[in-house]
């Protein structure tokens, strides 16, 4: 048995903002003691990400660029934002007028490619840590895919890089709790809304590599067997790791101007030193090894994230190039990347099992298995 996804669906906001575009907007917006300093052209150079696609785009960016404020937009440095932006209320406005939008666009792409008629989803599950609001992305989906007043609502708030991987666990329980089930699970995130504009240096390096999409799956529970079309990804278990000592280590805080990320230097060390242990022992659970896997979804936190992994489980490069390529083209988009990755990974034909992994503020390993 097995929550069967039928439909994936992805999106981005229209507005691409390039690696070149990325450090100019640095060295308008970071501190004061920061705009000249030489550093942050490494970061940007360094980062891994090619381009990024963000609500806070397009001619607000031109206007920071070419200083000239003809948007009226709170994004736009002035005197009296200098090293903080705009208040966390500014920023949520925006929230709320764009996240809805945007997930609707990837929930109906999953709900066109399932097949499913939209009043026949009796659960929705949203997911999102960049914003809040009520009613929010629950309603903006229902009244735009037209689901039932009746369908039973969820939301999974402020669990970070790896909250899809926590809405699909939530989807599977309810869909093996509740035969007959049909769950549609949407992430969005607007990471661009908490652009940093002081000094701190993690926080900096933050900047050069967050991003904004939406993504959405719908399926259902189903029982091993001849199905009546393809269904290329199964979620048969998911498990979660606590690493210890880790707390501080990465954070998402709500602050006065903005949601405050930590990312200390720690991270991809202690993800290199305890992933393997754990994952070993949650494979071995569910009757697999490291060797029974064929492919990997792993969330693209940053290229020393990715490179701890391979090295934690012995991975050749080549096993997180899909990671690696949504990383280039799309950036790190907070809880709906994995599902990037997996949809790059079923589109190019990869064999299962598929393990998907996620970490998160906590320090938090998440794991997901596809078969």
Not at 290 to 302: N, T
Request: a neutral charge.
């Amino acid at each position: 048995m097995s929550f069967a996804i039928h439909g994936l669906g992805t999106a981005n906001p229209p507005d691409a903002v390039t690696a070149a575009d990325g450090l100019g907007l640095a060295r308008k917006l970071a501190g004061a003691d920061v705009r000249t300093s030489t550093w942050l052209v490494p970061v940007y150079e360094k980062s891994g990400v090619e381009r990024r696609f963000q609500v806070i785009g397009g001619a607000v960016v031109r206007d920071v660029l070419d200083g000239e404020d003809r948007v009226s937009s709170p994004f736009y440095p002035t005197p009296a934002r200098d090293n903080v932006g705009p208040t966390t209320a500014e920023r949520m406005t925006m929230y709320a007028a764009e996240a809805g939008p945007l997930a609707l666009r990837a929930a109906a792409q999953a709900v066109a490619e399932s097949g499913f008629a939209p009043d026949s989803f009796t659960h929705l599950v949203t997911v999102s840590c960049t914003g809040f609001g009520a009613p929010g992305v629950d309603l903006a989906l229902i009244r735009g895919l037209g689901l039932r007043p009746t369908v039973e609502r969820t939301n999974v708030g402020f669990m970070g890089c790896h909250g899809a991987l926590n809405g699909l666990r939530v989807a599977h329980a309810f869909a093996a709790a509740h035969p007959g089930a049909r769950v549609l699970v949407t992430a969005v995130e607007l990471c661009s809304l908490h652009y940093y504009y002081g000094n701190e240096a993690d926080k900096l390096i933050a900047n050069a590599i967050f991003a904004d999409g939406a993504a959405a799956v719908a399926g259902q529970w189903e029982a091993s067997g001849p199905r009546e079309r393809a269904v290329p990804l199964q979620l048969r278990a998911s498990g979660s790791c606590l690493i210890p000592e880790s707390a501080a280590d990465m954070a998402w805080t709500v602050g006065d101007n903005g949601f405050a990320m930590t990312l200390s230097r720690r991270v991809p060390g202690l993800i290199a030193a305890h992933l393997k242990p754990w994952l070993d022992g949650w494979l071995r659970d569910n009757g697999l090894s490291l060797a029974d896997v064929k492919s990997w979804a792993v969330h693209p936190g940053g290229p020393k994230i990715l490179v701890a992994v391979e090295e934690a489980l012995g991975l050749p490069p080549a096993a997180l190039a899909s990671s690696r390529a949504v990383f280039a083209d799309r950036g790190n988009m907070s809880s709906p990347t994995v599902l990037f990755v997996l949809d790059k990974l079923r589109r190019e034909g990869a064999p299962g099992p598929c393990v998907a992994l996620g970490f998160g503020p906590g320090l938090v390993a998440e794991a997901a298995l596809f078969a």
